[in-house]
């Protein structure tokens, strides 16, 4: 399937087939993060409900830490 993340075109497995599984395959659904799927935001509750298609636009935002 492809997507574009964060502006970038993607190609991620077809096995994803929601929100949840995309953060866990991107290694990031530990952190922060805000979701965006096709200029909806998401709540986290929605992460695993939220079904990905082809051609999805998506928008990921999470803090890093620093100093």
């Not at 991107?26 to 992460?47: A, D, M, S, T």
């Amino acid at each position: 399937m492809t997507l574009t993340i964060n502006g970038e075109t993607q190609t991620v497995p077809d096995t994803i087939e929601n929100v949840r599984q995309l953060l866990e395959y991107l290694h990031i659904q530990n952190r922060i993060v805000i979701v965006e799927v096709n200029r909806e935001i998401l709540q986290k509750e929605q992460h695993a409900v939220t079904r990905l298609s082809n051609g999805d636009t998506i928008e990921l935002v999470h803090f890093v830490g620093g100093g």
